[in-house]
């Protein structure tokens, strides 16, 4: 679904992906028993308000599904981590950076707002947080919020578009949902309203993952 309050979470194609050092990139077959190690890199660096936002958000999504995150910087990854995702934020993830002209232009079209990395149908577990198109569909919202709430908006919208593309590493799928945050688009009330949430059927996918039964899972590719 496209629409002009609404950009979408996308999947993306690729044909090679450069490895974290040190880390065990697959995300085990069976379950998340251990925690979700989620390591951030970053274009330029991102206010610290922001990513403290980000990471609550994601952390309060995914509570009820029984996924534990753990989160490093790409500087301090050395290591091996049994569960792991890497997210790369593009951009300027600042809620006072300028937007970018090209950004700009693109208003009215759909742009990505995360990606995940498929490569012949299987999801890796690489994503991608677009900031700028993010503060350019939340910019009237974020310009109504005084100070440090600025960055809280921002870090919350960044994390329910990471929710949304951590929701296709862990499943392994690129199969999107029909409501709430596994969406295939997302408006810019979906992004910054008080409360968002995974289905309830969206919820129990992953919670099954974690418990090892991927039984309900859709399968990558379909």
């Known amino acids: 679904m496209h629409c002009r309050s609404a950009l979408s979470l996308a999947l993306l194609c690729s ?12 995300l085990s ?6 925690p979700l190690t989620i390591v951030i890199r ?20 995914t509570a009820a599904t029984g996924i534990r995150t753990n989160w490093v910087t790409e500087k301090g990854s050395v290591g091996v981590f049994e569960q792991l995702a890497v997210v ?10 300028p937007i970018p002209i090209s950004v700009w232009t693109h208003r009215g079209q759909a742009q990505p707002l995360g990606q995940t990395q498929v490569v012949d149908g299987q999801v890796l577990p690489f994503a991608d ?3 700028d198109p993010i503060r350019q569909l939340i910019s009237r919202e974020l310009n109504r919020q005084p100070g440090q709430g600025r960055e809280d908006l921002l870090g919350r919208a960044m994390g329910r578009v990471l929710a949304h593309e951590l929701y296709h590493i862990v499943l392994r799928s690129t199969s999107h949902g029909h409501d709430g945050l596994a969406r295939e688009a997302q408006s810019s009330s979906d992004l910054t309203a008080e409360r968002d949430d995974f289905s309830p059927s969206d ?17 990558a590719g379909r």
């Not at 991102?46 to 999504?61: D, H, I, K, N």
Request: hydrophobic fraction near 30%; charge should be negative; glycine fraction near 4%.
């Open 15 to 26: 044909t090679a992906v450069a490895q974290p050092p040190a880390t065990n990139s697959n």
């Open 203 to 219: 919820e129990r996918k992953l919670s099954q993952s974690v418990a090892g039964d991927d039984s309900e899972s859709p399968g």
């Open 29 to 34: 077959s069976s379950n998340l028993a251990s």
């Open 129 to 131: 947080v677009r900031c």
């Open 88 to 97: 790369t934020l593009h951009g300027a993830c600042s809620p006072n950076a």
């Open 42 to 61: 970053s274009d330029a660096p991102a206010p610290p308000r922001v990513l403290s936002a980000m990471e609550r958000e994601v952390e309060s999504l």
